[in-house]
């Protein structure tokens, strides 16, 4: 296929458009991980990539999976990939520009001659909604998915192994039918950013250095419920006044720190009635931070300032923990290749952290990996106005284009 | 009746205990306005009233009256009065304290020559749970009961009026059979303190010099919600973090002025999930203060607060009143008397404003009202463990006691 009158941009644009018409819920994009509107996208996908002549392939995990070869047997593999599935009322790009963006550079390469192949793997599973917990495919082709996530259930109380049953797949194959080739030398996700930063600096694209570590609590302050018009001031133990005093505290520590981002997002008071003084609120912290040794240090400190905001109320606070992880460096060499190749054509890349977990995060510590981030209008994600700009996209192209012209396998 | 071996403070304690066992919920004590728990609960108050030898009747709001005549055709008439019904898994002693320990006083007189008659209202209505609004005793007997509260609904759907049938009263009635003996030259209502302050001073009693003014209003901060991972610090508008400021702000200005009580009992956060930054937060405030003009000056400093932890962080904020309530002032000279009584009894009562609404709010306009507080132990109120000792039943006895004995009818 060539470039048409539309730009390889706006058909990229246009192709993501048409995947979020495939949906589970009418009037917005829903697609969860074996849908119905799964089996849809993978048609829709599978006729673009067989149209591009590639090999197409669904394996045991529900990812869709394209090779383009070389010619040359055994040779060496690039890998693209992302994810396919949706948040509830999703936008059109998250996900799905990897997919169909590497599929554009895939068309706009065809009559190259490379030292190698290429696999373009659509994973089906990365938001964690479906079977609440995220990642699934990316573990799958990294053999990490356990017989414990495979027993998991839906809302319906069908497990994973039943939906992949259901959908025509067998589970018992996943290891030999989802492994990545054994040769892959370099793996590159391409991912909206999903976050505000590429368009506060005026920049185009980003070029990920590492996915940050991350701590996840829940902290319980326990006071005393009270009447709000008969308890004066001094005598009161307010859980929610303490709990506020330490959401005020996290948001000064974390501006600190310009590698820091701590959030209080979730907050549950008791009895949480207007006239009544707060006896109990339980309180979310999310911390991440490229360094995980800085990460500690500033989830140990944000402990110590909700018991010094607890004990001057006479209120007692409690954190548990319910999820540490560490910070994921993507490949040193892939990445600046990557931030070169988007010099070469005629781009000023920032580097960034991720903020956010990706199925890169997954990969990178089994083959050479790397991620470009593309700006995100108004930083806006996992919602239906989700955005990207021709101009990026085709950067995004640009740059693609440029590394893979000049990635050279390992002799 | 004359005093038994058991003390009149024991058997004062003892019958709010027998009257907490008539119960709409087997195992706790809930007893909404007409409920079959009321009609138990007038069964047992009119036997003792009878044995008192007291008239009882019920008026057509559902109010359980019982009369004391001195003998004097047309005397003019001291009342008591205080309430019956109760919040859902209530304890024992707010409101049927009020009744009972009138209704010992009562029996105390038994001989005594009086220039006055004594009407004892038990109040069937004062928590507002059954119809969502409060005090519809207090209004029906001040002829302050409207067509449009009668005509609200329970979460059945059935009408104040249809309530009023059904339990074999007359609405249409309720000006005529409700009103007060238009002599009436003074009232008093015995009430727990339900907060915390007697405890804290040592004392066992209180003279309430005012019911507080209340504000309440529902503030909305409007931000971003944005990932919270992907949304660097310096670029939020975090509506958490802006009312999390303000929470801490309205403490801190409270605990200031040792008469006004700043109460934010109510935050709601959307979306409220751990890894988003909040873009909304409904948050309530109540505030009370025994000055009208302090409490307005104390809203709109809040207000301003508000404004200013908003603009700070790119925030909007709105502000809705939903309730503006003046102070009650007491009878002065009746409250001077209460106070007096209370010291020839041997005790030292503080002076209090209630912050709590009670139904000598709703009578001080029409009649003389006083009002009484008891100590209540750990300031523990609408909870089963609700308490009062036999200590500060004694000394309020004593005191109404002394009240009614120096009390002179006007001339």
Known sequence: MTTTPETRATRTIARCR?????????????????????RDAHGLIRMWMTLANLETRTDDAGNLRALRRCGTPNAPTLLFFSHIDTVPNAGAFDGPLGVILALTVIEEIATAQLPFDIELIAFSEEEGVRFSFPFLSSKAVTGQLTPEELAKEDANGITVAQALTNFGLNPANIATSCALPANTFAALEVHIEQGPVLEAEGRELAVVDSIVGQSRLTLTFTGHANHAGATPMHLRHDALAAAAHWISDVERFALDDKQLVATVGRVEVQPNAGNVVPGTVRASLDVRHPSDDDRHAAVAMLLTKAELAAQHRGVHVQAEIQLQQKAVPMDHNLTAQLAEAAERAGYNPLRLFSGAGHDAMILAPHVPTAMLFLRSPGGLSHHPDESVSEEDVEAAIATTLAFVAALQPPQ
Chains 1, 2 share one sequence.
């Not at 495939?22 to 917005?28: A, F």
């Not at 829903?30 to 849908?35: C, E």
């Open 18 to 38: 048409d995947l979020a018409r495939l949906t589970e819920v009418p009037g917005e994009t829903t697609r969860l991980f074996l849908s119905e509107a799964t």
